[in-house]
């Protein structure tokens, strides 16, 4: 018996991997974050397994389910959202589960920032003009934050920046980011990319605010801002595929 941690991708139920796909299929136990999965992912599932909604779960109770399948010599699906990888308590779970002596193993997905970034039509490495992406979140009524990473810290590169779990600071955030990236620097939302409510909206950092606070977004969205968002954005040649670059070895 073995827990499969899946990345869910950012929801839409086309945009799993073909394993994500068989394991569901073959596991007649799956643990799923309803608030951010579109039922349609839990259609991949064989008819007769036991569906176990996690979002009012507690990381103890979600272990209980899943040692509970272990003695019961089930495989589980443990839909995660986005990829494992993100702010998917992999490693609070897999550390439990290895203190009960549960195997487990890890599926990739499609993380929602490349999910967003897809619905937007935009690279977010452009050449000579950003070539770096910072994964990140703020603290409000949240776990603490290393003081390292201070957003400050992370805006004077100049980097693309993808702020999850942050919607609700918008506001606050935006005002905090245009000493660094000026009040022209586009910016965007992307709200639960690729379900059938998704929403995007644009703008810069002088007025996402306005967007996503007439939109009444509240979770399940993504902040991107930096240079890369650009619309029509003109820019240079990248090295590998410059022609003026000898390709004779």
Not at 50 to 60: A, F, N, V, W
Not at 95 to 104: E, G, K, M, T
Not at 123 to 135: A, I
């Amino acid at each position: 018996m073995t827990v499969h941690f899946i990345g869910a991708g950012p929801g839409a139920a086309d945009l799993l991997t073909v394993r994500a796909v068989e394991l569901l299929r073959r596991s007649p136990v799956c643990l799923f974050a309803g608030t951010y999965l579109d039922p349609e992912v839990l259609a991949h599932c064989a008819p007769g397994t036991e569906l176990i909604d996690t979002q009012h779960l507690d990381i103890d109770q979600i272990t209980d389910h899943l040692v509970r399948a272990h003695r019961a010599g089930q495989d589980v699906a443990r839909l995660c959202s986005g990829d494992p990888s993100l702010y998917s308590a992999l490693t609070e779970q897999t550390r439990r589960l290895d203190a009960h002596s549960v195997p487990w193993d890890v599926t990739p997905g499609v993380p929602a920032y490349a999910a967003a970034a897809a619905l937007l039509g935009t690279e977010l490495t452009v050449p000579e003009l950003v070539q770096s992406v910072v994964l990140t979140r703020t603290q409000a009524r949240s776990t603490a934050m290393p003081e390292s990473e201070a957003l400050a810290n992370f805006a004077r590169t100049g980097a693309t920046l993808v702020l999850h779990l942050a919607i609700t600071r918008i506001r606050t955030l935006a005002g905090e980011l245009i000493a660094d990236y000026g009040p022209d620097c586009p910016a965007a939302v992307v709200y639960r990319a690729s379900q059938p409510d998704q929403l995007i909206l644009r703008g810069t950092l002088t007025g996402i605010a306005d967007q996503v606070e007439a939109a009444g977004l509240r979770q399940a969205a993504i902040i991107l801002v930096g240079r890369a968002l650009t619309p029509a954005l003109d820019c240079t040649v990248s090295h590998l595929y410059d022609p003026a670059r000898r390709r004779d070895g």
